[in-house]
C-alpha cells in the first residue's frame, strides 16, 4: 500500500539521519496516536535515539504529563498550532536527555467544517539551556482530499500524490498516517537543516 509504504520510508530516513546526528527525539502525539513512534520502532537501533512518545490524546493528559498551561489551552484551544509549539518545548523540557522534539495535535474529523483534517505540526531543538521551537506546520487535510487546486506548498503537493496513489482505508486511518508522515518530513527537515518547504 502506498501510503503505509511512503511512511515507513520517512521513518526509515528520520531513523538513519538521528543514528548519523547522534540527535535523541521525543515526540509529543495527540491525533497521531503513538503512530509516529510506531512508524520509527520498526527501525532496528532506533533504541538508540528515540527518547520515547508522550501519547497525550486526552487535555487531561497533556495538562499532567507534559505539563501545560491550562490557561493556554483555553486560549488557543488544544487543537492549535500554539499547543503544537508548547507541546513539542515540553517534551523537550520533560525529557533533559531529548535534543529534539516533534509534536502533533488536531482534528482527525470534525462536524465543525472548519476543523475537519486541521492538524498542527511544531518541532523544536535544543541549544544549550534554550529550547528554540524551528517550525510550526497547520495544513488541512480535508483540503487536500477535496480541492486538488489548492497547494499552497510543496508539502501539500506531496501528500495530494501519497494520498491519491493510496487504495481506500478508513478516513481516520488516512489523516493519521498523513499527519504521521509529515511529522516525520519535518523531523528529518530539521536534522538536515533544512525546514519543510513551503
Not at 8 to 23: D, N, R, Y
Not at 47 to 70: M, R, T
Request: proline residues 5%; contains cysteine; charged residues 25%.
Amino acid at each position: 500500500m502506498m501510503l503505509q509504504k511512503t511512511l515507513a520510508q520517512e521513518a526509515a530516513a528520520v531513523s538513519k539521519l538521528l543514528k548519523k546526528s547522534g540527535h535523541q527525539l521525543v515526540l509529543a502525539e495527540s491525533c497521531t496516536g503513538g503512530m509516529i513512534a510506531s512508524s520509527l520502532v520498526a527501525n532496528p537501533g532506533i533504541s538508540e535515539n528515540l527518547c520515547g512518545s508522550f501519547v497525550v490524546y486526552q487535555v487531561k493528559s497533556k495538562k499532567k504529563w507534559l505539563g501545560l498551561n491550562p490557561k493556554q489551552l483555553k486560549r488557543d484551544s488544544v487543537e492549535s498550532w500554539q499547543t503544537a509549539r508548547e507541546m513539542a518545548k515540553a517534551a523537550l523540557r520533560q525529557t533533559p536527555f531529548a535534543t529534539i522534539a516533534a509534536s502533533t495535535t488536531g482534528f482527525l474529523t470534525s462536524k465543525n467544517a472548519d476543523d475537519d483534517g486541521r492538524i498542527c505540526f511544531s518541532v523544536a531543538i535544543r541549544k544549550g539551556k534554550k529550547i528554540e521551537v524551528r517550525e510550526t506546520v497547520e495544513v488541512h487535510l480535508k483540503t487536500l482530499q477535496r480541492d486538488k487546486n489548492h497547494a499552497p506548498h510543496k508539502l501539500v503537493a506531496s501528500l495530494l500524490k501519497i494520498s491519491s496513489n493510496s487504495p481506500p482505508l478508513p478516513l481516520r486511518l488516512k489523516r493519521q498516517m498523513l499527519a504521521s508522515w509529515v511529522s516525520l518530513s519535518m523531523v528529518r527537515g530539521l536534522l538536515r537543516g533544512k525546514p519543510t518547504p513551503h
